[in-house]
Nanobody, 130 residues
């Protein structure tokens, strides 16, 4: 059974950077489409960045384009989210979600519909404040 564990959250000032990590176990990464999602208090969970791990052709939410970068290290079974130029509105719990790559229609559709994920990590809190 696939398990996902996030790490790397924390508190940072506006303009700062953080790198989140999502380590997967129990499944071959090449079979997965993985995404980073976030949920701010009182808001719906939203897709931040998603990709099929073996294709490495990610999509990004408009709000993070040019600031966030998703990447993977297959040897470590880990997907990263490098977050630069952080803004107060980036404050949220960040979740790693995964689904079998053959079950998605497009990566964009996957990122737009968080409820299609089959597995979730427990989340890591990112707080951006001055």
């Amino acid at each position: 059974q696939l398990q996902l564990v996030e790490s790397g959250g924390g508190s940072v000032q506006p303009g700062g950077s953080l790198t989140l990590a999502c380590t997967a176990s129990g499944s071959t990464m090449d079979d997965l489409a993985i995404g980073w999602f976030r949920q701010a208090p009182g808001k719906v969970r939203e897709g931040v960045s998603c990709f099929i791990v073996s294709d490495d052709d990610p999509v990004y939410a408009d709000s993070v384009k040019g600031r966030f970068t998703i990447s993977r290290d297959k040897a470590k079974s880990t997907v990263y989210l490098q977050m630069n130029s952080l803004k107060i509105e980036d404050t949220a719990v960040y979740y790693c979600g995964a689904v079998n790559r053959w079950k998605i229609y497009t990566v964009q559709a996957m990122c737009d519909n968080y409820y299609n994920m089959e597995s979730w990590g427990k989340g890591t809190l990112v707080t951006v404040s001055s």
